[in-house]
């Protein structure tokens, strides 16, 4: 029998968001999108191959909402076969999770989230993204946390060819009237 996630007696549940885009160089010599993370763009010369803006870190923390009430994912949502997802800013993904969660009761705790990435830095943003997140999941920036990681140039992300991002959140049932 399958239970609503405002039915659960559970007061707390944890969501883990994943996901990984393709990286190439930006046109006219690749198909690269511009690089946004977290809602921030980054200079780069290659971006994420996309049917949205390819924002790797939204994606993961869609999910990771998603996933903790056992809702649809990002996929079954805005699925890439949708021509009005083209090009879509990645933060409206983002804010139907958070708007479905709250419908049903519950509101995120804190998000940890590690970006893997070679070859581009994001430690001169991390502290925008940082603050794009809180803002958008609605915490403290204080309840949020980046990691910048590398692949040790192992596999397609360690040799710069793609993006991969893990988010892991918090969710806590809303108190009744509040």
Known sequence: ????????????????????HRLDRRPPLGAG???????VRIPADRGPVAHSDGDVLLHAVTDAILGALAFPDIGQLFPDT??????????????????????????????DATV??????IAPVKEAVRARLASMVGVPEARVNVKGKSHERVDAVGEGRAVEAHAVVLMERVPDGH
């Open 116 to 121: 893997i990435l070679e070859g581009v830095k």
């Open 33 to 39: 999108k511009p690089f946004i993370l977290g809602g």
């Open 1 to 20: 029998m399958t239970e609503s996630p405002h039915a659960s007696g559970a007061s707390f549940r944890v969501g883990h968001g994943y996901d990984l």
């Open 82 to 111: 949708d021509a009005a997802h083209a090009d879509a800013d990645s933060g409206t993904f983002l804010a139907e999770a958070v708007r479905r969660a709250a419908a049903a009761g519950w509101r995120v705790v804190n998000l």
